[in-house]
């Protein structure tokens, strides 16, 4: 069941989780969370905005 559960745009609440995966294909950014098995997860309530930078894709939250 693994994927993105929030895409870029949408509102989300604090703890709520983003992105299941296998490792860090996706990287938390500002206001994001990296849980045990890679889960990222949403620390403040906000809105969802994923950037990339170098080789690397993250998820931050902006928050409300």
Known sequence: RR????FGGQIVKGGEIIVRQC?????????????????????VPG??????SGNRTYVSIQAA
């Open 47 to 52: 809105q969802v905005v994923f950037h990339e």
């Open 23 to 43: 490792g860090t294909k996706i990287h938390p950014g500002d206001n994001a969370g990296l849980g045990r098995d890679y889960t990222i997860f949403a620390k």
């Open 3 to 6: 994927g993105i559960k929030r």
